[in-house]
Nanobody, 124 residues
Framework: QVQLVESGGGLVQAGGSLRLSCAAS????????MGWFRQAPGKEREFVAA????????YYANSVKGRFTMSRDNAKNTVSLQMNSLNLEDTAVYYC?????????????????WGQGTQVTVSS
């Protein structure tokens, strides 16, 4: 089993930036693709970004493409999500997840381990 712990959330003004981090332990982290999801109040959890095990390939939701960048450091067992040009619609709890199933990277069911989430609030 793997443990995932997110950090870096907080309150930011619209147009600002935040960097989320996720630390993994307990498993061979570098063997797995990783993803970020978010869930706003009253809404379903939605895909944000994913990265392949090597870090070569990244995938983004259309709503964040060009603003968010996902990266990983396999030596440190961490993934990060750099979020720029934040807007009110980005307000949500953000979750880091490990992709343990051979399903589409946008499908939450592809992910077998989840962090506890970190709150991101964008104010006007």
């Amino acid at each position: 089993q793997v443990q995932l712990v997110e950090s870096g959330g907080g309150l930011v003004q619209a147009g600002g930036s935040l960097r989320l981090s996720c630390a993994a332990s307990g498993r061979t982290f570098s063997d797995y693709s990783m993803g970020w999801f978010r869930q706003a109040p009253g809404k379903e959890r939605e895909f944000v970004a994913a990265i392949s095990w090597s870090g070569v390939n990244t995938y983004y939701a259309n709503s964040v493409k060009g603003r968010f960048t996902m990266s990983r450091d396999n030596a440190k067992n961490t993934v990060s999500l750099q979020m720029n040009s934040l807007n009110l619609e980005d307000t949500a709890v953000y979750y880091c997840a490990l992709k343990g199933r051979a399903l589409d990277y946008m499908n939450p069911r592809a992910y077998t381990s989840w962090g506890q989430g970190t709150q991101v609030t964008v104010s006007s």
